[in-house]
């Protein structure tokens, strides 16, 4: 479960390309708190300090406790980080104002385990990962930080479904209409080479078959 990280923010006056661009000159990232039946508050969080977040694979699935400067503290989920198409750095963040009661819905990453425990794995076979997370519906508090799906007793050709998974009570996927596929273990690919005498015949041929068509 996900405990609620703090990050520092400085409250923003005005909004505006021009007043977003001088504070990304000053290493800060525009960014907004909205919900909770709230008026939109607009802030400025240290560019730095919200790309060591950002880095985390848990970022939009943790809880953040922002204490904006001279106001309070907003208990938040990250639901959006636009990034430059260019440098890849953050240019803009929203956040939804979330309670402990808050029901959500957020991608939370798949953990295998047990991978020696796999008679498929061990002869070989490769797990194709077919969802690197799941989305999941939960309480703000109660969100997961990883899905763990064992891997025990898988055999080459077996599926890995959502039904497979024990998710904690009151967490549910958001998908309710199938069983789907969070995995399989598919069989190797083995490419077979071919004996160096038939490799030589073959190339013989070929030549043949060249000479025979400039006689032509």
Not at 135 to 159: F, H, M, Q, Y
Request: a negative charge.
């Amino acid at each position: 479960m996900s405990d609620a990280h703090t990050m520092p923010a400085q409250p923003r006056d005005r909004a505006g390309k021009g007043t977003a661009r001088a504070a990304r000159r000053d290493g800060m990232v525009p960014a907004v708190i909205y919900g909770g039946k709230k008026t939109p508050a607009m802030i400025l969080i240290e560019d730095r300090v919200l790309r060591k977040q950002a880095s985390r694979a848990a970022f939009f699935g943790t809880v953040y406790d922002i204490k904006v400067e001279g106001g309070g503290t907003e208990k938040v989920l990250p639901r959006d980080l636009q990034l430059d198409p260019i440098t890849d750095v953050p240019v803009h963040a929203d956040f939804l104002r979330v309670t402990g009661a808050s029901r959500v819905a957020v991608a939370v990453p798949v953990n295998f385990v047990n991978e020696d425990a796999s008679p498929g794995l061990k002869q070989g076979g490769v797990l194709n990962v077919v969802r690197h997370e799941v989305e999941l519906s939960c309480r703000a508090d109660t969100i997961p930080d990883t899905i763990e799906v064992d891997l025990t007793g898988k055999e080459i050709n077996d599926s890995l479904h959502i039904s497979e998974v024990t998710l904690p009570e009151g967490v549910e996927p958001t998908i309710t209409d199938r069983d789907f596929t969070i995995a399989t273990i598919a069989a190797p690919n083995v490419v077979e080479e071919q004996p160096a005498e038939e490799q030589a015949e073959g190339g013989g041929e070929s030549g043949e078959a060249e000479e025979a068509k400039a006689e032509e």
